[in-house]
Nanobody, 124 residues
């Protein structure tokens, strides 16, 4: 298993959650990692990405200023701190790893490894 997410759950609007993703094997040496999410009946969308050395990160407009992506290289783990959660943030959140790190990191086709996903539900 290359990527394992955790930290999802049910939270009220305005609340916070922190997702974690532990990488192993080849995924652990990837140049970029990211978070995507898929709401019911919708396509999977980009949320945030970070390079291996943490030097560059990007966010979707819908989560900028509310979500923070970070990386702990010693633990081969990335995090997604989510604050001021809204009902529209409800989705399955997926961790992904891109071995090459080319491009902006916002397209899921660039990613080589995917986790199984963790459900985040925000009640109104």
């Amino acid at each position: 298993v290359e990527l394992v997410e955790s930290g999802g759950g049910l939270v009220e609007a305005g609340g916070s959650l922190r997702l974690s993703c532990v990488a192993s094997g080849r995924a652990a040496s990837s140049e970029r990692m990211g978070w995507f999410r898929q709401a019911p009946g919708k396509e999977r969308d980009f949320v945030a990405t970070i390079r291996r050395d943490g030097s560059t990160y990007r966010y979707a407009d819908s989560v900028r200023d509310r979500f923070t992506i970070s990386r702990d290289g010693d633990k081969n783990t990335i995090y997604l701190q989510m604050t001021d959660l809204k009902p529209e943030d409800t989705a399955v959140y997926y961790c992904a790893a891109d071995q090459s790190g080319r491009g902006t990191g916002t397209y899921e086709s660039r990613y080589d490894y995917w986790g199984q996903g963790t459900q985040v539900t925000v009640s109104s």
